[in-house]
């Protein structure tokens, strides 16, 4: 199971950043089929999948214990939610007669990966590296969504000697309560940052300026990436204890292909030129990054 902490950082304190990704929880349409009669009805029993997940019915369930407890808890309530609403919808179901519907192929599940490096503040190729990326990338597409995967976990491979922290956990949810799972990480991830100086979610870019205030200490300040990765394949990540270990991790994660992806985040911080994230913040902030 999951152990993603949603320890809420102070905001006054944090730093500005960026972030890019996107996706879709939408299930494959239902198709519509023509029942065999004689008596010449040719209505069909039409129907689809809507949205599955958003803020709805799971969260109604009250959530405690975010700081430092991990997300355990919540996946739990969770997966019972989804046994619930399954459960629901299977009793008003009943089998077609005569050429009815046939169920579509959706996910039982959806593997939640959320993996997060720190890094020192000399990295500023990286930061530059996510900049142009998020400037240029089609995120409005599952494979413009793979290539920013991609590119991402290969720019964090190119700075192996700058790795200070880092963590990966991961988890499965039911595919009706994914999407509210998602939204819910990415909030929490997001909530971090001070402000978000670029933007690209969804195929809508957003670039703001970054304005030079001047360098972080290279040695006592520190940038912070998150990859959050909803995906229909069980990724077996060697975890990230040691740096062997998270490249071994990167290189996974980074070969997640587009159709099995359905959506990503990468949210990172500091992104202003001149903001700093010190070794202090990034504790508050991320308790959960072990030393490497």
Request: proline share 4%; aromatic share 6%.
């Amino acid at each position: 199971m999951l152990g993603l902490s949603l320890a809420m950082p102070q905001q006054a304190d944090a730093a500005r950043g960026g972030r890019m990704g996107g996706g879709s929880f939408r299930a494959p349409s239902m198709p519509r089929t023509m029942p065999r009669s004689s008596g010449g009805y040719r209505g069909g029993y039409g129907g689809g999948y809507g949205r599955r997940g958003g803020f709805g019915f799971p969260f109604i369930i009250p959530i405690f214990g975010f700081g430092g407890g991990g997300l355990f808890g919540l996946l739990i309530l969770m997966a019972i939610a989804g046994v619930l609403v399954n459960a629901l919808r299977g009793a008003g179901s009943a089998p077609g007669i005569g050429g009815a519907v046939a169920t579509p192929a959706v996910p039982s599940k959806v593997n939640m990966i959320q993996l997060q490096v720190g890094l020192l503040a000399g990295a500023k190729a990286l930061q530059d590296d996510l900049r142009t990326l998020a400037k240029s990338a089609d995120t409005s597409s599952s494979t413009g969504l793979q290539r920013v995967l991609q590119e991402s976990t290969l720019a964090l491979l190119r700075q192996p000697d700058l790795w200070v922290y880092a963590n990966t956990e991961s988890g499965s949810v039911p595919f009706n309560t994914a999407e509210a799972t998602f939204n819910r990480l990415s909030i929490n991830e997001r909530s971090k940052l001070d402000a978000e100086v670029t933007s690209n979610v969804g195929g809508q870019n957003l670039s703001g300026t970054t304005d030079v205030v001047g360098d972080a200490d290279a040695t006592n300040e520190f940038i912070v990436v998150t990859l959050l990765v909803a995906s229909t394949a069980t990724a077996q990540l060697k975890g990230a204890s040691t740096a062997e270990e998270l490249r071994q991790s990167l290189r996974i994660l980074g070969s997640t292909s587009s159709s099995d992806l359905i959506a990503l985040e990468v949210i990172w911080q500091p992104e202003g030129r001149g903001d700093v994230l010190s070794a202090e913040e990034l504790i508050t902030a991320y308790p959960n990054l072990q030393h490497l």
